[in-house]
């Protein structure tokens, strides 16, 4: 069985500030996550994966995350927000066996000028 | 390609009635997903499809709920009655099903998605 747990419903910086988002997760096989970005109105798109090899995955729009197996999270940060970061982000956990996508509950941006 | 693309984009409708939502793949995708999203919940796993044939239905509310897929590029879900704790954004996502692979989960695509309100 495979979940994901995201920590704050809401996370507010003001733009130029570090943004971090936390995602922890549970599976039973070797994990491959993902973290996905919702604007208003619109479905997902993927912002970056990890499956296996390098633990820090860098993605879309300057964001990044990595992938910590002892810790078993996987927290999504950008070093500087802008004020287009503003969104929902979701975590989501998925495995080798299955294109199954668990995704958590989300995590709502705001970014303050 | 147009990506996903669902229909309608909204939908009220009143308690008792039924609903049908729809959503066209992406040319070549041979996997389909059908998420329920609300607040409380968030995004939620109904049903997905490989090669047109239901893999997994567990997350299905009950039997009100009902997915088919007649052709390799097309789908729908349909409540049958409506209620109105049914209310929610629902999205459509497809992929290329490569489960096994280093590619798994390459690229989920998602539609736009239906809100659909039932009063």
């Known amino acids: 069985a495979q979940s994901v747990t995201q920590l704050g419903s809401h996370v507010s910086v003001s733009e130029g500030a570090l943004v971090l988002l936390r995602c922890n997760y549970s599976?039973?096989?070797?994990?491959?996550l993902f973290w996905y970005v919702q604007y208003p109105n619109q479905g997902l798109q993927l912002l970056l994966k990890?499956?296996?090899?390098?633990?820090l995955v860098k993605g879309i729009n300057g964001f990044e995350a990595e992938f910590k197996k002892s810790e078993t999270s996987f927290h999504l940060t950008k070093p500087s927000a802008h004020m287009s970061d503003a969104a929902e982000y979701f975590c989501?956990?998925?495995?080798?066996?299955?294109?199954?996508?668990?995704f958590g509950t989300g995590t709502r941006l705001q970014v303050f000028p | 390609d147009a990506g996903v693309i669902q229909s309608p984009r909204h939908e009220v409708t009143e308690m008792g009635q039924e609903v049908t939502l729809r959503c066209k793949l992406i040319?070549?995708?041979?996997?389909l997903f059908w998420y329920r999203q609300t607040m409380m919940r968030g995004l939620e796993l109904l049903i997905y499809?490989?090669?047109?044939?239901?893999?997994?239905d567990s997350g299905m509310p009950e039997d009100r709920f009902s997915a088919k897929m007649p052709n390799a590029s097309f789908s729908t879900l349909k409540i049958q009655p409506s209620e109105p704790r049914d209310s929610a954004v629902y999205f459509c996502?497809?992929?290329?099903?490569?489960?096994?692979?280093?590619?798994?989960?390459?690229?989920?695509?998602f539609g736009s998605g239906t809100q659909l309100s039932v009063l």
């Open positions: 989501a956990v998925s495995g080798w066996n299955t294109d199954k996508l668990i």
């Open positions: 599976s039973s096989v070797p994990p491959y």
């Open positions: 499809f490989n090669n047109n044939v239901p893999i997994d």
């Open positions: 990890y499956t296996t090899g390098a633990t």
């Open positions: 040319s070549g995708h041979n996997s």
């Open positions: 996502a497809s992929s290329l099903d490569s489960t096994g692979t280093a590619d798994t989960n390459e690229k989920l695509f």
